[in-house]
């Protein structure tokens, strides 16, 4: 059964911070990896989609990567910004199933 | 224009009732699938449809029923309904394999009482 965990569960920064999110998998045998993002009280939105031979996904100031023979993604996020406070969570397909982490809620203060 | 649609949004129900809730996907996914978001906020797949036949059904209640008339529709149907049935649940989709990734519904967020 594949278990995903989230580290860490929260994080507070001052705006211009750069975010280190990370993400574990116990098992590497996953067809793809996926990012997204929630805020209160809405749907996901995914951010990054990263294929299981590749090594990151870029978009704009996020940056994902992806190791998958240690079963570890990491979410990068440049330069934070106020609008950036959401939960991330990460989900990874075994199977055509998604299985989810618990999230990381950031909190980026002006 | 949206790509997966769910109705309704907000659901507050008696416990005992029975109450469907309605998934609709756009993007000419082959693949529907239902998640539920816990008071903590963890998801967790309930089902999955593949064009029209279930291929995921993991430990749930068989008061929960799922029914996909056609493959762009997966609705789940909820009889009697418990106080621990609260939660947000959320429809999704995606291609079969999903190579695409997975494009979620805004959810509904169902409150017993």
């Known amino acids: 059964k594949q278990e995903v965990t989230q580290i860490p569960a929260a994080l507070s920064v001052p705006e211009g911070e750069n975010l280190v999110l990370n993400c574990s998998f116990t098992?590497?045998?996953?067809?793809?990896l996926q990012w997204f993002r929630q805020d209160p009280g809405k749907g996901l939105t995914s951010l990054l989609l990263?294929?299981?031979?590749?090594r990151e996904q870029t978009s704009g100031r996020l940056n994902a990567s992806l190791d998958k023979s240690s079963g570890r993604s990491t979410l990068y996020i440049a330069a934070s910004q106020p609008g950036d406070s959401a939960t991330y969570l990460c989900?990874?397909?075994?199977?055509?199933?998604?299985?989810f982490g618990a999230g990381t809620t950031v909190t980026v203060r002006a | 224009d949206t790509a997966v649609s769910q109705t309704p949004k907000y659901l507050v129900t008696q416990m005992g009732n029975d109450k469907s809730i309605k998934c609709e996907q756009n993007?000419?996914?082959?693949?529907m699938y239902w998640y539920k978001q816990d008071s903590k906020k963890f998801l967790k797949i309930m089902f999955s449809y593949n064009n029209k036949e279930l291929i995921i059904n993991e430990t749930v209640p068989n008061r929960f029923s799922p029914k996909s008339p056609d493959k762009a529709h997966l609705n789940l149907h909820i009889n009697s309904l418990e106080l621990g049935d609260s939660a947000v649940y959320f429809c999704?989709?995606?291609?079969?394999?999903?190579?695409?990734?997975?494009?979620f519904g805004s959810g509904t967020r169902l409150t017993v009482v």
């Open positions: 990263i294929q299981s031979s590749q």
């Open positions: 993007l000419g996914h082959d693949t």
């Open positions: 098992d590497s045998a996953i067809y793809n």
């Open positions: 999704a989709s995606s291609q079969k394999p999903p190579y695409y990734g997975y494009t």
């Open positions: 989900a990874v397909v075994n199977d055509y199933k998604l299985s």
